[in-house]
């Protein structure tokens, strides 16, 4: 079980979120919702503890919390936006693999990645469309077997298809125990249940 008690930012920003209590079992799904700039990204960057938290975020099972080092063997993190290089698309997926998984990516499990995002691993990533970058970017959910997987607006640039197809890729991994953390304006319909859960960002002001 994931457990959210009283999650905050804790630093000095000019507003702070209502606060986040919520239990998370294997399979559950939660949608973080808000407007522009409530700070959806920001709450992502918390529970992957990459920002100090007011409040705690644990597996109860471990004690394991955002803090600890080896948080990141157990939450993986796909950002909104990340940083293009000219680097080729088969170098991006190894060097993530690395990052994500530890170890080398081998050519099999390569070619079956390239396969699914319909990518081509020569191309430069500086080559790809927004919407081929947008998939590039989930490839770390084919790739690693993570408990929790956080996801900030995954569906944004993608077609129908290609939002039906991450769709069904989070659907098999809630079915296989895993967790889904996920912001968006709404709950993307490519990714719906009737017992996922939601929270809405709401602005505190002041401290």
């Given at each position: 079980m994931l457990l959210l008690h009283n999650v905050q930012l804790d630093m000095p920003v000019a507003h702070r979120w209502s606060v986040c209590?919520?239990?998370?079992?294997?399979?559950?799904?939660?949608?973080?919702?808000?407007?522009?700039?409530?700070?959806?990204?920001?709450?992502?960057?918390?529970?992957a503890g990459l920002l100090p938290v007011a409040g705690s975020v644990t597996f109860v099972e471990s004690g394991l919390c955002c803090a600890d080092e080896s948080w990141p063997t157990m939450v993986g993190f796909m950002p909104r936006r990340f940083p293009?290089?000219?680097?080729?698309?088969?170098?991006?997926?190894?060097?993530?693999?690395?990052?994500?998984?530890?170890?080398?990516?081998?050519?099999?499990?390569l070619g079956v990645c390239l396969e699914e995002l319909a990518l081509d691993g020569n191309l430069p990533m500086h080559y790809l469309s927004t919407g081929q970058l947008q998939r590039l970017m989930l490839a770390p959910l084919l790739l690693a077997n993570k408990k929790v997987w956080l996801l900030d607006e995954p569906f944004v640039s993608l077609d129908n298809y290609w939002s039906g197809k991450v769709g069904c890729w989070l659907q098999d991994y809630r079915n296989e125990g895993g967790v889904v953390v996920m912001t968006g304006h709404g709950v993307h319909k490519s990714f719906v249940d009737s017992e996922d859960k939601c929270f809405v960002l709401e602005r505190m002001h002041g401290r």
């Open positions: 209590d919520m239990q998370l079992v294997a399979g559950d799904a939660l949608h973080i919702l808000g407007v522009n700039g409530v700070g959806k990204s920001t709450f992502l960057r918390c529970l293009v290089f000219s680097a080729t698309v088969a170098l991006v997926l190894r060097t993530w693999y690395g990052v994500f998984v530890g170890g080398s990516c081998s050519e099999e499990r």
